[in-house]
């Protein structure tokens, strides 16, 4: 006999299992960086509130923050903020001055456009962030190994 | 006439969320792209934090930030409950849940903000 379904189940099978392509990606990938960031705003609102409320725990967060993991994490976190954004911007845009790119096909094209701009919006600071964690937490300078190094 | 009707909460909570999501873009990204990519986690400190919230225009910046991002996460949080919760009743306890959530977190937020870092406590 099947499990009865559920809400919640049904929504993460339908997560799973709807085939609707680039806008079901997009909407996916709206919410999951959505919620990640709102996950991250929580805990970062209350952190840093510790400056005034409890000054001695302020420094104890902010060498979590310097560890590896969540360096990687703030890397995925700048990625998630600047996708949803963009992504946003889409909807909005879409909704406002060009309905008519609901259509299925148009929107296969602006999913991927925004992916491809929140990408190159990205990369640069990606790449930054990624050069200070090896620079900090492994003393390894990427600069150094540049044919022309400083 | 269709313009004489007064917006239910739920057209202004979704204005909210347009209006507040096209400001958060430039206000959020510059946000992040300065302190976590240029400052870097490394160099920020309580000292760091004291000096910015010592300034009015930070201060302001700041707290646009957490107004605009906080409810727009929030009421997006809310919605997210929707997909999962569809009895009326429980909806509507969820969505008290989630408003005392944001107010006691903005409350938080908001009196750090204002009283600014206190780095000479600490120990």
Not at chain 1, 89 to 118: E, F, G, Y
Request: net charge positive.
């Amino acid at each position: 006999m099947a499990a009865p379904s559920t809400p919640l189940k049904n929504t993460v099978k339908g997560y799973a299992t709807y085939m609707g392509r680039e806008g079901h990606y997009a909407f996916l990938l709206h919410r999951l960086t959505g919620l990640g960031v709102l996950l991250f705003l929580i805990i970062h609102i209350l952190d840093t509130s510790t400056v005034y409320f409890y000054p001695s725990l302020y420094e104890h967060a902010i060498e979590l923050y310097r560890a590896t993991p969540f360096m990687l994490g703030e890397i995925g976190l700048l990625f998630a903020v600047i996708y949803h954004g963009v992504n946003g911007l889409r909807i909005a845009v879409t909704d406002m001055w060009m309905p008519k790119r609901w259509a299925i096909a148009k929107q296969r094209v602006s999913v991927r456009v925004a992916l491809v701009v929140a990408t190159i919006l990205w990369a640069p600071g990606a790449l930054v962030m990624f050069y200070n964690m090896l620079l900090h937490n492994f003393h390894i300078d990427l600069l150094a190994y540049l044919p022309f190094g400083k | 006439m269709a313009s004489k009707i007064k917006p239910s909460f739920e057209t202004t909570a979704w204005r909210w969320m347009r209006y507040s999501g096209i400001l958060l873009i430039p206000l959020a990204w510059f946000h992040v792209y300065l302190q976590d990519v240029i400052v870097g986690v490394h160099a920020i400190n309580i000292d760091y934090v004291a000096v910015r919230l010592a300034d009015a225009g930070w201060v302001t910046y700041n707290f646009f930030l957490l107004l605009f991002a906080f409810a727009h996460g929030m009421y997006g949080l809310r919605q997210v409950m929707f997909d999962y919760v569809h009895k009326e009743r429980t909806r509507r306890i969820f969505s008290i849940l989630l408003l005392i959530v944001w107010l006691v977190i903005s409350t938080i937020g908001a009196i750090a903000l204002a009283m600014g870092a206190r780095p000479e406590l600490v120990q």
